[in-house]
T-cell receptor, first 111, second 113 residues
Framework: GQQVMQIPQYQHVQEGEDFTTYCNSSTTLSNIQWYKQRPGGHPVFLIQ?????EVKKQKRLTFQFGEAKKNSSLHITATQTTDVGTYFCAYGSSNTGKLIFGQGTTLQVKP | DTAVSQTPKYLVTQMGNDKSIKCEQNLGHDTMYWYKQDSKKFLKIMFSYNNKELIINETVPNRFSPKSPDKAHLNLHINSLELGDSAVYFCASSSRGIQETQYFGPGTRLLVL
């Protein structure tokens, strides 16, 4: 079935460095959602993108949806220890009625 | 006020036992879900209910049986637990469907010995 590939699987950065996670699909996506899961916690919705080329910002987080709507990225500027966690992209498949999650990128931040 | 709550938070049990996990949402949402997260953090949908009606039933062993007594509750009963059932089970809800934000419960960490 349709999948989204998320890379990298893990990323270790020094506090203050930037971080990016990428989500790629072989087919066009109608939308993309991003979630954050803190260690031991549950996924928490961050944002949804629906338009081609859309860019949204939340403080130090920048979310992009590709022009072809086949990829998306989440970029964190100047990471902080509070950014630690696993970031998931997900898309809603109207065909199946399911929200399909990427494998997640786990971010570790060294203080 | 907890939006989506699950009980129990932790569940340790022996192989072959039967156990239930309960979920309640106070958001007034129509759709509820069960997800399984494995040790590699992969999140996979198991079931989805809309207004008490089952709309998604993934390829899940029939030892897993969801029940929705009303649209605010979705419970999961597991018969004859196996080692491979060890995982974190998340309940979630959304206002209409998969295009909407999903609100996750805190999760139930199940360990089968």
């Amino acid at each position: 079935g349709q999948q989204v590939m998320q890379i990298p699987q893990y990323q270790h950065v020094q506090e203050g460095e930037d971080f990016t996670t990428y989500c790629n699909s072989s087919t066009t996506l109608s939308n993309i959602q991003w979630y954050k899961q803190r260690p031991g916690g549950h996924p928490v919705f961050l944002i949804q993108l629906v338009k081609s080329g859309e860019v949204k910002k939340q403080k130090r987080l920048t979310f992009q949806f590709g022009e072809a709507k086949k990829n998306s990225s989440l970029h964190i500027t100047a990471t902080q220890t509070t950014d630690v966690g696993t970031y998931f992209c997900a898309y809603g498949s109207s065909n199946t009625g399911k929200l399909i999650f990427g494998q997640g990128t786990t971010l570790q931040v060294k203080p | 006020d907890t939006a989506v709550s699950q009980t129990p938070k932790y569940l340790v049990t022996q192989m072959g036992n039967d156990k239930s996990i309960k979920c309640e949402q106070n958001l007034g949402h129509d759709t509820m879900y069960w997800y399984k997260q494995d040790s590699k953090k992969f999140l996979k949908i198991m079931f989805s209910y809309n207004n008490k009606e089952l709309i998604i039933n993934e390829t899940v062993p029939n030892r897993f049986s969801p029940k929705s007594p009303d649209k605010a509750h979705l419970n999961l009963h597991i018969n004859s637990l196996e080692l491979g059932d060890s995982a974190v089970y998340f309940c979630a809800s959304s206002s209409r469907g998969i295009q909407e934000t999903q609100y996750f419960g805190p999760g139930t960490r199940l360990l089968v010995l």
